[in-house]
């Protein structure tokens, strides 16, 4: 079992930043590699970015295009989303979720295991 707390979201004016954080406890916490999603109103949920277990690969969705950036703190357990450059496309509930069966972390939903509460990330014009 895996147990994940986001937090950091908020509301920015465009061209904001902001970073997410996502807490893990449980016993495979450690093992799981772990991805950022995100799901605007009537829209599907989205790959946003992954790093694996040992925080060497990190992995991005296009529409990034080097705005974000995922890190993981191995020691502290806590996968984080550096976002910068906000706009108003960004804004979306921003959910943190944990894949412990595979080797690296993959880009769809079913992939994963387990999943935080979500976030909200507002982005005014």
């Known amino acids: 079992q895996v147990q994940l707390v986001e937090s950091g979201g908020g509301l920015v004016h465009t061209g904001g930043s902001l970073r997410l954080s996502c807490a893990a406890s449980?016993?495979?916490?450690?093992?799981?590699?772990m991805g950022w999603f995100r799901q605007a109103p009537g829209k599907e949920r989205e790959f946003v970015a992954a790093v694996s277990r040992s925080a060497r690969y990190t992995y991005y969705a296009n529409f990034v295009k080097g705005r974000f950036t995922i890190s993981r703190d191995i020691a502290k357990n806590t996968a984080y989303l550096q976002m910068n450059s906000l706009q108003p496309e960004d804004t979306a509930v921003y959910y943190c979720?944990?894949?412990?069966?595979?080797?690296?972390?993959?880009?769809?939903?079913?992939?994963?295991?387990?999943w935080g509460q979500g976030t909200q990330v507002t982005v005014s014009s």
């Open positions: 979720a944990a894949d412990v069966r595979n080797l690296q972390p993959g880009m769809t939903p079913r992939v994963y295991d387990y």
């Open positions: 449980g016993r495979t916490a450690s093992s799981a590699g």
